[in-house]
């Protein structure tokens, strides 16, 4: 026969899609599923979701069902038989015209009735945090409490959060997959969304995204939810408003010119306070795999053995606008910058660019030297000595050695 091949690789390619459905199916962990929403707004768009499932899915039966009747019924039996010729039939005509207006009246009024719910504003008491989309990470504020953190974000479980949505430059959509819906940052124009985690939600972390494309990191554009409870998250941001220090030895002699410029900062205190070593922060034990980065490394070679200092990194830090010129971190003056993501305890934070690293030595390292490698279209300067800058295209003639990269990394780390 000659559609016995067509059907035979047909059959194939079903059978290899049905298996992959059946495998898929079997996962039990879904990190982000929509279908486990842990607040009223994920509720409701999931009852909505179901709705027009099961309507969707009566409504292919039915028609398939007659489809199928009217085919088998009706099939052609004999070249000789003509069929009786009809000119409309007014009865069938009113019925397939009220019956999709009925099914329409379903999902109509319950779709209208969940769009009205979640465009509401929210409780007076409601956490106020504001979003600053940017190529391509996430800047948040909590105006209230006066703080300012990039790509990680802490909430209370049991209480309202409002999300004020703004964009510094394209179009951007923020998304928090098992706690709420998505809604777009646009441009000239303020978006509001919020919701209410579920009281029941144990502390961890949920995994953000941009979801609206937005240049060529937007896969990379990523950020973390960590849930707390209330009192957790009042730690949390206790620990937040307080400058940020590091337990650092007597700075070692300056090991470029520009540490020892009149630029250099000041020195800080010789360790942080009982009380600024309080804030909580979520544990690694209790951080899902799912949420920590496995990016894979660019070729950036780098001395993993070499041993930072602290506070010469402090120094380079600030040393010639190295870095203070487009970061902040509270409680060092010399760093106020605003081009880049606040750092200020960075080094808690469970993940490095925009979640795409995870947030350790090794990663920070190679950020810190040829970002623009690791990240394609990262505005951050290649910083490291020699290396190649792919925007520019050409190497870098001065730039930090690894010595000096390790300085950098080893005061970032610390500043929990």
């Not at 109509?108 to 940017?134: C, D, M, S, W």
Request: proline share 8%.
């Amino acid at each position: 026969m000659i559609g016995s091949p067509r059907l035979r690789r047909l059959a194939t390619f079903g059978a290899a899609a049905t298996l992959a459905l059946v495998l898929g199916a079997c996962a039990r962990d879904y990190p982000n599923t929509t279908f486990q929403p842990h607040s009223e707004y994920g509720r409701a768009i999931d009852f909505i979701w179901n709705r027009l499932l099961l309507l969707g899915t009566l409504v292919f039966i039915f028609v398939e069902g007659v489809l199928l009747f009217v085919v088998f019924k009706y099939r052609r039996r004999s070249d000789d038989v003509v069929p009786p010729q009809t000119h409309g039939n007014t009865a069938l005509e009113i019925t397939w015209t009220l019956i999709p207006a009925a099914i329409l009246v379903f999902i109509a009024v319950p779709t209208v009735r969940t769009i009205f719910e979640t465009q509401t504003k929210a409780p007076a008491n409601a956490l106020q945090i504001e979003v600053y989309g940017h190529q391509w990470w996430w800047e948040f504020r909590y105006p209230e409490y006066n703080v300012v953190t990039a790509n990680e974000i802490y909430i209370p479980t049991g209480r309202a959060v409002n999300f004020t949505l703004r964009t510094k430059d394209v179009l951007h959509s923020f998304w928090m997959p098992q706690l709420s819906g998505k809604r777009d940052l646009i441009a000239n124009h303020t978006n509001y969304i919020w919701f209410t985690p579920d009281s029941t939600v144990p502390t961890t972390v949920w995994n953000g995204f941009c979801t609206e494309y937005c240049g060529a990191s937007h896969a990379n554009m990523r950020f973390r939810v960590v849930t707390v409870k209330p009192d957790q998250f009042a730690s949390w941001i206790e620990h937040q408003q307080a400058p940020a220090f590091f337990n650092a030895a007597p700075a070692a002699p300056a090991v470029t010119p520009a540490a020892n410029s009149a630029n250099a900062a000041p020195a800080q205190p010789a360790g942080p306070t009982p009380a600024q070593l309080a804030g909580f922060i979520i544990p690694k034990e209790q951080v899902p795999a799912y949420t920590i980065p496995q990016t894979p490394l660019p070729d950036i070679k780098f001395d993993d053995r070499l041993a930072g200092d602290a506070a010469r990194g402090q120094q380079l830090f600030t040393g010639a606008g190295t870095c203070n010129a487009c970061h902040t971190i509270s409680g060092n003056p010399l760093a106020v910058g605003t081009v880049g993501p606040n750092l200020t305890h960075v080094g808690s934070r469970i993940a490095i660019g925009a979640g795409l690293y995870a947030n350790d030595a090794r990663h920070l390292a190679r950020w810190i030297k040829n970002a623009r490698v690791m990240k394609p279209g990262s505005i951050m300067p290649t910083l490291g000595k020699g290396q190649f800058d792919p925007q520019s295209n050409s190497a870098v003639p001065g730039g930090l050695n690894d010595q000096q990269v390790a300085d950098i990394v080893a005061y970032l780390q610390a500043l929990k």
